[in-house]
């Protein structure tokens, strides 16, 4: 259904007001332009932690990514970082909306100059779902949110994701990406030097299919390692998600890498 957005949101008043992991978490986000898909809820779900742990969404968007994991670990604190101002402030309405204020915020700010409360080692893992097209690549959607979420800008390319990630997460700390398949390269060897005990696990459209995307996790300071898990198969052969899919995005369960 429609919602109606109050003084403090964007100018825009047009939103679908949205439900996750099978009517746990509801989502406000923008009619028109990039929504969220299944992808923040297998990011979320491939990160654990310990009570009293901090988390780092980058580029939280409108918070489905952190709304999902609040949902799932209660003694977890989240705080993502955002930089367009209209999706801070559905992603503030969506924290009220489900009852995580205290424990989720969603800041304004750059992750090239994040705000000074992001300190150097201060997160004990941080989680991404970075743009996925490199500069060049594809050609930009007319559409401004869809082209700020979808394609990297120039001087902001997957190794400066890479590096804030690491930046912000402490040493022995995790970090975690959800990310093309096609680019597994890339991302690994971004996160190569300065993590390790890397997993990749991949996404399969289905049993026996190319997998579209990949999580990849690794650990700040850990000696250098990759293993290759046999990942998740999304879909039966009728086109149904398979129970393991439906458990994570239906029940909000964690998914072991």
Same mark, same amino acid.
């Given at each position: 259904?429609? /919602? @109606?957005?109050?003084?403090? %949101?964007?100018?825009? +008043? &047009?939103?679908?007001? !949205?439900?996750?992991?099978?009517?746990?978490?509801?989502?406000?986000?923008?009619?028109?332009?990039?929504?969220?898909?299944?992808?923040?809820?297998?990011?979320?779900?491939?990160?654990?932690?310990?009570?009293?742990?901090?988390?780092?969404?980058?580029?939280?968007?409108?918070?489905?990514?952190?709304?999902?994991?609040?949902?799932?670990?209660?003694?977890?604190?989240?705080?993502?970082?955002?930089?367009?101002?209209?999706?801070?402030?559905?992603?503030?309405?969506?924290?009220?909306?489900?009852?995580?204020?205290?424990?989720?915020?969603?800041?304004?700010?750059?992750?090239?100059?994040?705000?000074?409360?992001?300190?150097?080692?201060?997160?004990?893992?941080?989680? /991404? @779902?970075?743009?996925?097209? %490199?500069?060049?690549? +594809? &050609?930009?959607?007319? !559409?401004?949110?869809?082209?700020?979420?979808?394609?990297?800008?120039?001087?902001?390319?997957?190794?400066?994701?890479?590096?804030?990630?690491?930046?912000?997460?402490?040493?022995?700390?995790?970090?975690?990406?959800?990310?093309?398949?096609?680019?597994?390269?890339?991302?690994?060897?971004?996160?190569?030097?300065?993590?390790?005990?890397?997993?990749?696990?991949?996404?399969?459209?289905?049993?026996?299919?190319?997998?579209?995307?990949?999580?990849?996790?690794?650990?700040?300071?850990?000696?250098?390692?990759?293993?290759?898990?046999?990942?998740?198969?999304?879909?039966?052969?009728?086109?149904?998600?398979?129970?393991?899919?439906?458990?994570?995005?239906?029940?909000?369960?964690?998914?072991?890498?």
């Amino acid at each position: 259904m429609n /919602a @109606n957005i109050d003084a403090g %949101a964007p100018d825009q +008043t &047009d939103f679908t007001e !949205d439900h996750m992991l099978g009517g746990q978490i509801t989502l406000c986000q923008p009619k028109e332009g990039y929504r969220a898909a299944i992808d923040p809820v297998f990011l979320a779900a491939a990160v654990s932690g310990a009570p009293g742990d901090h988390v780092l969404d980058a580029g939280a968007g409108v918070g489905a990514a952190a709304l999902c994991l609040a949902n799932r670990l209660k003694k977890v604190r989240v705080t993502g970082i955002e930089i367009n101002p209209e999706s801070v402030a559905l992603a503030q309405r969506n924290i009220q909306l489900n009852g995580f204020v205290g424990r989720l915020d969603i800041i304004e700010g750059d992750i090239l100059s994040p705000p000074t409360s992001f300190s150097p080692g201060s997160f004990d893992q941080v989680m /991404a @779902n970075p743009p996925y097209h %490199a500069v060049g690549r +594809t &050609d930009p959607s007319p !559409d401004a949110g869809k082209a700020m979420a979808h394609a990297e800008k120039p001087g902001v390319d997957l190794n400066v994701w890479v590096s804030f990630a690491l930046d912000m997460v402490r040493t022995q700390g995790v970090v975690t990406f959800i990310y093309p398949a096609d680019r597994e390269s890339e991302l690994i060897d971004a996160l190569v030097g300065q993590s390790g005990n890397l997993v990749v696990f991949p996404l399969l459209p289905k049993v026996g299919a190319r997998p579209k995307r990949i999580i990849v996790q690794a650990t700040k300071g850990a000696p250098v390692s990759t293993r290759h898990a046999g990942g998740l198969a999304l879909h039966d052969e009728n086109g149904a998600f398979t129970p393991e899919a439906e458990a994570i995005l239906r029940q909000g369960k964690g998914l072991e890498l």
